[in-house]
């Protein structure tokens, strides 16, 4: 059964950056689509960044990271990484990595993903 376990959060300076991966264990994502979303306390899970195979798409609610965060792959280590950069106060927020193995990954909606990892703190101060 597919894990996935994120890290690289952390404290950061607006403007910063910081580089999230998301490490998975029991399968490998070849046959997963896989997405980063985020949630701020009291609020609902927002898509940031799905992908399956060669599609990647933003989430429609993820407007304000389009030309800062983007999503990689390597595949030889099992692992998806977010890349956020000219990062933002707004951004605070707990930042988790989903997969599943039906989604088509072209609609990033928490949703559409049944696993998930637990989650990591990003925190941008002003």
């Known amino acids: 059964q597919l894990q996935l376990v994120e890290s690289g959060g952390g404290l950061v300076q607006s403007g910063g950056s910081l580089r999230l991966s998301c490490a998975a264990s029991g399968s490998t994502f070849d046959n997963y689509a896989i997405g980063w979303f985020r949630q701020v306390p009291g609020k609902s899970r927002d898509g940031l960044i799905c992908t399956r195979g060669e599609f990647t798409v933003y989430a429609d609610s993820a407007e304000s990271v389009k030309g800062r965060f983007t999503l990689s792959r390597d595949k030889a280590k099992n692992t998806v990484y977010l890349q956020m950069d000219s990062l933002k106060p707004e951004d605070t927020a707990i930042y988790y990595c989903?997969?599943?193995?039906?989604?088509?990954?072209?609609?990033?909606?928490?949703?559409?993903?049944?696993?998930w990892g637990q989650g990591t703190q990003v925190t941008v101060s002003s």
């Open positions: 989903a997969a599943d193995a039906f989604a088509a990954g072209h609609v990033c909606l928490p949703s559409q993903f049944d696993t």
